[in-house]
């Protein structure tokens, strides 16, 4: 079983950048597709971004593509979020997931 640990959230102004990390322990994070989700208060969790084991491939949600990047350091077995340009509606907690594995979240507050 791989353990995911968010960090890197935190409240900013609109416009505004941040990067989250997911750092996994337990098995390689190279072995997965990884995963980022988001769940703002009151509304269900959602599909950020996803990458390939490899980073090749990457997928995004309509809503952040173009602000948002997702990336991986596989020798650091780390994945990454680069969120750029974000708005209030990017208020979230962000999770990162694995399989069936998932982190406990990082919360992204973004006021405008």
């Known amino acids: 079983q791989v353990l995911l640990v968010e960090t890197g959230g935190g409240s900013v102004q609109a416009g505004e950048s941040l990067r989250l990390s997911c750092a996994a322990s337990g098995r390689m994070l190279s072995s997965y597709v990884i995963r980022w989700f988001r769940q703002a208060p009151g509304k269900e969790r959602e599909f950020v971004a996803g990458?390939?084991?490899?980073?090749?491939?990457?997928n995004y949600a309509d809503s952040v593509k173009g602000r948002f990047t997702i990336s991986r350091d596989n020798a650091k077995n780390t994945v990454y979020l680069q969120m750029n340009s974000l708005k209030p509606e990017d208020t979230a907690v962000y999770y990162c997931?694995?399989?069936?594995?998932w982190g406990q979240g990082t919360l992204v507050t973004v006021s405008s």
């Open positions: 997931n694995a399989n069936d594995a």
């Open positions: 990458i390939s084991w490899s980073g090749y491939s990457t």
